[in-house]
């Protein structure tokens, strides 16, 4: 069984920076992919960044350029930095593992990333 809790969530301007963090519990954070995800009030769950277990990164094109996925194997750790915030960033903001052989997938509880224009 793994848990991911968030953190770093919470209110600030836009043009603004806010950096979360994801820990995971057990043994397979190193041999996984993982990925952060948003939902807006209204809206669809959405892909923001995902990390490969050999560091490649993904992001769309809403946010290339202003979000950073990094992964921390000794901590079981993946962060996302988050740069020159807008509005339409608001959001509760996911965590997400993945393994692929066997398939599974786990998801944390959220963190609420409220921009202010």
């Known amino acids: 069984q793994v848990h991911l809790v968030e953190s770093g969530g919470g209110l600030v301007q836009a043009g603004g920076s806010l950096r979360l963090s994801c820990a995971a519990s057990?043994?397979?954070?190193?041999?996984?992919?993982m990925g952060w995800y948003r939902q807006a009030p209204g809206k669809q769950r959405e892909l923001v960044a995902v990390?490969?277990?050999?560091?490649?990164?993904n992001y769309p094109g809403s946010v290339k350029g202003r979000f950073t996925i990094s992964r921390d194997n000794a901590k079981n750790t993946v962060y996302l930095q988050m740069n020159s915030l807008k509005p339409e960033d608001t959001a509760v903001y996911y965590c997400?593992?993945?393994?692929?052989?066997?398939?599974?997938?786990?998801w944390g509880r959220g963190t609420q990333v409220t921009v202010s224009s």
């Open positions: 990390i490969t277990a050999g560091g490649n990164t």
């Open positions: 057990g043994s397979i954070f190193s041999i996984s992919t």
């Open positions: 997400n593992l993945k393994t692929m052989a066997p398939y599974d997938e786990y």
